[in-house]
């Protein structure tokens, strides 16, 4: 069962350019979430999915865009990477939502430099 | 506004004494869940321990547990008997709703031999 994967682990990016960070959980779980974690701020939502198909923006979405046309997958794009991504990203997924504290489970995190 | 806030970004720790994390929240929502991670140097986040808004009691996990006092709206992290393994960073994070985690700054912890 390999849970929560993410790819890249690691990645440097020019400014301006695009890239693509992966995230696939095989445990059939509805909702998928991806966050950023900065130095002294703790993690952040970027953006959820409940499903297939469905997303919603979390609490700092801006130059990021997603998608979930599986319920396996949840591709998180940065469109024209700006130094201020820099950051480590974290993906989640938990069975149907974080209600009544139903498990997350997260990826391990991909450590994203932009120059 | 700050949702989330953990006011110690240090604290250092003998090994097999108790450690108190604080962890102060904000909502006007009447269901919330608390939660507890624990983000060694190795960067993975580990779940430790959950507090639903309308528990009664208070949540307890092995040597963790979070001392849940709702009219103050704080959800103190307690670690008994820390050992060496115990040094990472400490999240204390907050659920809105069905779908948002907001997460505070973090509280790190070194246990000392």
């Known amino acids: 069962n390999a849970g929560v994967t993410q790819t890249p682990k690691f990645q440097v990016l020019k400014t301006g350019q695009s890239m693509t960070l992966q995230c696939a959980q095989d445990?059939?779980?509805?909702?998928m979430s991806w966050y950023r974690q900065d130095p002294g701020m703790g993690l952040r939502l970027i953006h959820y999915s409940v499903g297939a198909g469905i997303t919603d923006q979390g609490e700092v979405p801006n130059g990021y865009n997603v998608s979930r046309s599986t319920t396996e997958d949840f591709p998180l794009r940065l469109l024209s990477a700006a130094p201020s991504q820099t950051s480590v990203y974290f993906c989640a997924s938990s069975y149907r939502d974080l209600g009544s504290g139903n498990t997350i489970y997260f990826g391990e995190g991909s450590w994203l430099t932009v120059v | 506004a700050q949702k989330i806030t953990q006011t110690q970004p240090g604290m250092f720790v003998q090994e097999k004494e108790a450690v108190t994390l604080d962890c102060t929240y904000d909502t006007s929502d009447p269901s919330y869940g608390l939660f507890w991670y624990k983000q060694p140097s190795s960067g993975e986040m580990i779940f430790l321990i959950y507090q639903g808004s309308y528990d009664q009691q208070n949540a307890t996990e092995g040597r963790y547990s979070l001392n849940f006092q709702k009219a103050r709206k704080s959800a103190n992290l307690v670690i008994s008997a820390s050992q060496l393994g115990d040094s990472a960073m400490y999240f204390c994070a907050m659920r809105e709703g069905q779908y948002k985690l907001s997460f505070g700054a973090g509280t790190t912890v070194t246990v000392r031999a």
């Open positions: 445990m059939n779980h509805e909702y």
